[in-house]
């Protein structure tokens, strides 16, 4: 459904934006979403808290310092992993 229709914004576009961890002023600035006459505000923000509530983003923090990871076999062994390692160290 067109949401905004002096930017064509969709509900699905809006979403989309929201559950990347985006809040309404960032998906306003980005879309331009209730910038013209702002008759649709009011339900871009009830689409971004409804998408904010049902798909919550997790913030990581990490106090301590950065831990290495072990890769599975399948990843280091693949040609692509090799072929970026190589290119990388170039």
Known sequence: MIVCVCRRVSDREI???VRAGMT???????LGVATQCGQC?????D???QCSA???VAALHCESAPRAI??????KESKAWNSSR???AA
């Open 15 to 17: 979403a989309r934006h």
């Open 24 to 30: 309404f002023d960032e998906v306003q600035f980005e």
């Open 41 to 45: 505000e009011g339900c871009a923000r």
């Open 47 to 49: 689409i971004v808290a």
């Open 54 to 56: 049902s798909h919550p």
């Open 70 to 75: 072990q890769l599975a076999n399948s990843i």
């Open 86 to 88: 190589h290119s990388a």
